[in-house]
T-cell receptor
Framework: RKEVEQDPGPFNVPEGATVAFNCTYS??????FFWYRQDCRKEPKLLMS?????NEDGRFTAQLNRASQYISLLIRDSKLSDSATYLC????????????WGAGTKLIIKP | NAGVTQTPKFQVLKTGQSMTLQCAQD?????MSWYRQDPGMGLRLIHY???????DQGEVPNGYNVSRSTTEDFPLRLLSAAPSQTSVYFC??????????????FGEGSRLTVL
């Protein structure tokens, strides 16, 4: 089993729709969780950190479910500019300085 | 606003050649790291550093060396290039001053092909 798993997609979604995807992680001792966004042939950029209580940033909401060991990302009122690959990131439990990256979920927003 | 600067952006090597990927940041970040990104896989950590003079191995360190003589620079050396090292390499930095990585800031990447 991969340490961090994501559905690779692509998710093809009409503009204005709501889309959600999950990421599962294998080690229950992980403490830090993030969503990064990566545009085609570009570097990853932090989208948001994921806190135990969940967090929201505009149209984006991230949730953590420790019992089932997954994090989720919800995008409301999707825009064409949301088209990207979304990377799930979790810290390696034995090292706060090492992160484990999922392979990403590709999202395509269609007009 | 330079942020994290990587050079070169593209490089083609022959098997057995050596080279150095350069990485510099101007944000006074203590933490710096090198990743490789291959199709269908998550980014994999090669080496990282939590400050000048301190380096440590990540998930896939074999075939790579690093050094951190200054806070700003963190070069990655390929000792004897192999086709399996064909990849996109990213340098990333963060404050790393609270005992954890925090938000990573990435360079634009270096695309390396080994023939």
């Amino acid at each position: 089993r991969k340490e961090v798993e994501q559905d690779p997609g692509p998710f093809n979604v009409p503009e204005g729709a709501t889309v959600a995807f999950n990421c599962t992680y294998s080690n229950s001792a992980s403490q830090s969780f993030f969503w990064y966004r990566q545009d085609c042939r570009k570097e990853p950029k932090l989208l948001m950190s994921v806190y135990s209580s969940g967090n929201e940033d505009g149209r984006f909401t991230a949730q953590l479910n420790r019992a089932s060991q997954y994090i989720s990302l919800l995008i409301r009122d999707s825009k064409l500019s949301d088209s990207a690959t979304y990377l799930c990131v979790v810290n390696r439990p034995d090292s706060n300085y090492q992160l484990i990256w999922g392979a990403g979920t590709k999202l395509i927003i269609k007009p | 606003n330079a942020g994290v600067t990587q050079t070169p952006k593209f490089q083609v090597l022959k098997t057995g050649q050596s080279m150095t990927l350069q990485c510099a940041q101007d944000m006074n970040h203590e933490y710096m790291s090198w990743y490789r990104q291959d199709p269908g896989m998550g980014l994999r950590l090669i080496h990282y550093s939590v400050g000048a003079g301190i380096t440590d191995q990540g998930e896939v360190p074999n075939g790579y060396n690093v050094s951190r003589s200054t806070t700003e620079d963190f070069p990655l050396r390929l000792l004897s290039a192999a086709p399996s090292q064909t990849s996109v390499y990213f340098c990333a930095s963060s404050y790393g001053d609270r005992g954890w990585v925090g938000e990573l800031f990435f360079g634009e990447g270096s695309r390396l092909t080994v023939l």
